[in-house]
């Protein structure tokens, strides 16, 4: 059984950079596909990218356009969704995800193991 826990989320600025934190036990993250989901009010969860742990590769979604890079410290069983040029549109819970998987998916279902999540607020 894995356990996710997510912290970094806050309050910022438009145009900020913010890094969060996902941090396993149960598990070490060299052995799981890790995933980034955001959920805005009102709106459906969403993939945001994801790390194979098989080739760390990443796969983001398009909305992303290059602000966001995903990151594993496996000294410290951490992944890291770094932020960038933060905008109100990416104001949400912030939620990570793992499968004992080499593939990255974007399909929320796909993950078997979820954090707490989150909150990031970008203000304008």
């Known amino acids: 059984q894995v356990q996710l826990v997510e912290s970094g989320g806050r309050l910022v600025q438009a145009g900020d950079s913010l890094r969060l934190s996902c941090a396993a036990s149960g598990g070490t993250v060299n052995r799981y596909t890790m995933g980034w989901f955001r959920q805005a009010p009102g709106k459906e969860r969403e993939f945001v990218g994801g790390i194979s742990w098989l080739s760390s590769s990443t796969t983001y979604a398009d909305f992303v356009k290059g602000r966001f890079t995903i990151s594993r410290d496996t000294a410290k069983n951490t992944v890291y969704l770094q932020m960038n040029s933060l905008n109100a549109e990416d104001t949400a819970v912030y939620s990570c995800?793992?499968?004992?998987?080499?593939?990255?998916?974007?399909?929320?279902?796909?993950?078997?193991?979820w954090g707490q999540g989150t909150q990031v607020t970008v203000s304008s």
């Open positions: 995800a793992a499968v004992p998987s080499s593939v990255v998916r974007r399909d929320q279902d796909f993950y078997a193991y």
